[in-house]
């Protein structure tokens, strides 16, 4: 049974990013990109964690020719206890790219007083 | 690797339901019957999704047969991070009930302001 | 596909551990430890679950000579929407040892208004 749950916690964690990896390397040239998948209009969002490119889970089967396989996406929902954010990365995963999912999503980045930015 | 993360998502997001697709055949000939699995008092819960059939987890086990199998069962609990709704939904799903957990549990339903009765 | 589901479930409810079946044999000679994983500073952290012993969890690879084989370790973080527990959890039961996530971790504890300590 220890190895089925050993297993099981490898794939979970294997899913996530922490936020600290995603900082470290912040910037234009970083291989990571945040992608905001929230199924929100603007006016609902308000803002969004600094730098991230948004497009909403429902639009992303469509839209994955915006998307760069060189990159790393990096997508997050409001909370962590919605399905959306791995919704997307499924999308992602199985299209060929890179992905993870940001550990406690917006909420955490936001608890955590993280860079934000205005969207208008 | 990819593979595996593959297979570990498409299994946890097949546990979920979403809101729209519950909402979207709502009424009295309904495929699905929500089911509030909290285990607390009346006092304590006050209000509930609409139309929800109250089995509280502690007690699914013992109340099957006020169940029907031509139904499928959309389990929640108050939030998303709790793990009784998994626990009702494995109990049904071993029986060889048809059933999913709400996603974003009550927590999410309510931040939507979907509907919601009292109950006494 | 239900019996993926099924073994998805049994293995992701295996992790996990209610506070009930905790507070059932707390006490001294309790087999489990309530083990503290946050990975904060006290001044933020401010308080405990009552007894718990607190190794952050970026600290536990290297603090594994502390903790004892013959208990069963409870982990928990401030919420059950991160990683932290997870991760703490794959590090004990790799190194074999005996351990559980605390089912809704901190917030839930603290949201039946269940022991609490405060800490200098």
New interface residues.
């Given amino acids: ?2 190895n ?3 297993e ?9 990013i ?1 936020h600290q990896e995603v900082l470290e390397v912040a910037g234009p040239d970083s291989p990571y990109v945040i992608l905001d998948v929230r199924n929100a209009p603007v006016q609902v969002k308000k803002e969004q964690i600094k730098s991230a490119k948004a497009i909403a889970a429902k639009d992303l089967s469509s839209s994955l020719d915006k998307l760069d396989k060189d990159k790393t996406y990096v997508v997050y929902d409001w ?5 959306l954010g ?2 997307a ?2 999308i992602l ?2 299209n060929g790219f890179k992905a993870f999912e940001l ?3 917006l ?2 980045w936001k608890g955590m007083n993280l860079p934000m930015e205005e969207i208008k």
């Fill in positions: 049974m220890n089925k749950k050993i099981f916690l490898e794939t979970y964690l294997s899913l996530y922490g909370t962590a206890g919605t399905t791995k919704q990365l499924l995963l199985t550990s406690c999503a909420e955490g």
